[in-house]
Each structure stands twice: as structure tokens, then as C-alpha cells.
């Protein structure tokens, strides 16, 4: 299993950007898939997440403003971001987590937000 996410880039704030994850390989059941993301010195934090019942969860800072979606057939998780703000800049990682078969990370994509 491999993930590979793509779309970061640097905005200024206010801006939108899209992060895609394609994952490649056999998965069978998954338990959840969706976005992380992490600043130097701070621990990775939950930003959305779609779980096997198709339910979106999001962290506080991003409820109201990105949206995760789920591409069946592409086998793609993707990440709307809009009205990107500072605080947004991060190294964002995809994450899949299997019934069986553990937890997979992709490399991380940076987005830089500026004021």
C-alpha cells in the first residue's frame, strides 16, 4: 500500500488550495482515511477524516472551512482548503488505517500561508 499526496503549495491568506492523496495497492477494508498535519516542534494533528461509514469528522480548525472528499473509483482522498489563514502552514500527510494490515502514511506536502 502507498500513498502519495500532492497540491501543496504557497498561498496568501485568504487563498483556497486542494491536497490529493492517490492510494495504490490492495486495501480491502479500511477503517478511516483522511488528513493530518504537522508544525516542527508540535505533534501531528487530525485535520479530517473519513471513516468506513463514509463519516467526515473534523479537527476545530478546519470545520467550516475544508472539506474532505472521497473518490471511490480513483482511489483518491482529497482536501478542499478555503479561507486559508497563517496558522495553516504545515507539512499536511494523508493517512489510511486498514481493518487489517495497520496504518499507512504518505509523504508530507507543505503548504505555506502567508499574511
Known amino acids: 500500500v502507498q500513498l502519495q499526496a500532492s497540491g501543496g503549495g504557497s498561498v496568501q491568506a485568504g487563498g483556497s488550495l486542494r491536497l490529493s492523496c492517490q492510494v495504490s495497492?490492495?486495501?480491502?477494508?479500511?477503517?478511516?482515511m483522511g488528513w493530518f498535519r504537522q508544525t516542527p516542534g508540535k505533534q501531528r494533528e487530525q485535520v479530517a477524516v473519513?471513516?468506513?461509514?463514509?463519516?467526515?469528522i473534523y479537527g476545530e480548525s478546519a470545520k467550516g472551512r475544508f472539506t474532505i472528499s472521497r473518490d471511490i473509483a480513483e482511489n483518491t482522498v482529497d482536501l478542499q482548503m478555503n479561507s486559508l489563514k497563517p496558522e495553516d502552514t504545515a507539512d499536511y500527510y494523508c493517512?489510511?488505517?486498514?481493518?487489517?494490515?495497520?496504518?499507512?502514511w504518505g509523504q508530507g506536502t507543505q503548504v505555506t500561508v502567508s499574511s
Open positions: 473519513i471513516t468506513g461509514g463514509d463519516r467526515e
Open positions: 493517512f489510511l488505517s486498514l481493518r487489517i494490515g495497520g496504518d499507512y
Open positions: 495497492g490492495t486495501i480491502g477494508t479500511w477503517n478511516v
